[in-house]
């Protein structure tokens, strides 16, 4: 599996990180190809240019902390919380599996803070009693924020999430709902014409 048009710099961090992916939560190498090949091909109305060096990274490793998680550690991740208790420690976990690789390629000490904090705290708007304001306060927070839940507007997470709930109103209300969470107005409006295109 291979992200188009990755510049040939990530090529290193990417053949690091797809193996681990592959043996994580089934489809997070997709998610993190899709992810990485929306950041490459997004072309913004104000033509403001990503901080790639920061959001590729983070795109392939977000997830990456789900081969932390083994079926036998999920008797630990109870009760009503455990869907909650798994994005935290999937984040944490995943903070640390890219410290460590970004480390071990010499990446830029710099922006492996930035890429670290980011991966640790991208899911915090699903965890209960957030400061919303106060953990996406900086622009590649958000950005990567609205670019990762882009994913939830497509065809196929649809067909997914039809299995998990049966309920297509519910379903939908839920998506439309979720769009209220974008910050950037650029990515929300192409969240929306994703929604659209879903429904007719």
């Known amino acids: 599996m291979q992200i188009n048009n990755l510049p040939e710099k990530y090529l290193e961090l990417w053949n690091k990180c797809l193996p681990i992916l592959e043996h994580g939560r089934d489809g997070d190498d997709q998610h993190a190809v899709e992810v990485a090949e929306f950041i490459l091909n997004y072309k913004n109305e104000t033509s403001e240019a990503l901080d790639l060096d920061i959001l590729i990274p983070v795109a392939i490793m977000h997830d990456i902390g789900h081969s932390a998680i083994l079926p036998e550690h999920f008797k630990y991740i109870t009760g009503q919380a455990r869907a909650v ?6 984040m944490l976990a995943g903070a640390k599996i890219a410290k460590d690789i970004l480390d071990s390629i010499h990446y830029d000490p710099e922006k492996i803070q930035e890429i670290v904090e980011i991966i640790s705290m991208h899911d915090a708007d699903q965890l209960e009693n957030t400061d919303i304001a106060a953990v996406y306060d900086s622009k590649n927070k958000k950005l990567f924020h609205d670019i990762d839940c ?4 497509n065809a196929e997470r649809m067909e997914k999430l039809s299995k998990l709930c049966p309920d297509k109103d519910k379903m939908m209300a839920t998506l439309q709902e979720g769009l209220k969470g974008f910050f950037d107005p650029e990515l929300k409006k192409v969240a929306e014409e994703k929604l659209k295109n879903m429904v007719l």
Do not use: E, S
């Not at 208790?85 to 999937?90: D, M, S, W, Y």
């Open 85 to 90: 208790n798994g994005k935290l420690v999937h």
């Open 150 to 153: 882009m994913d939830r507007y």
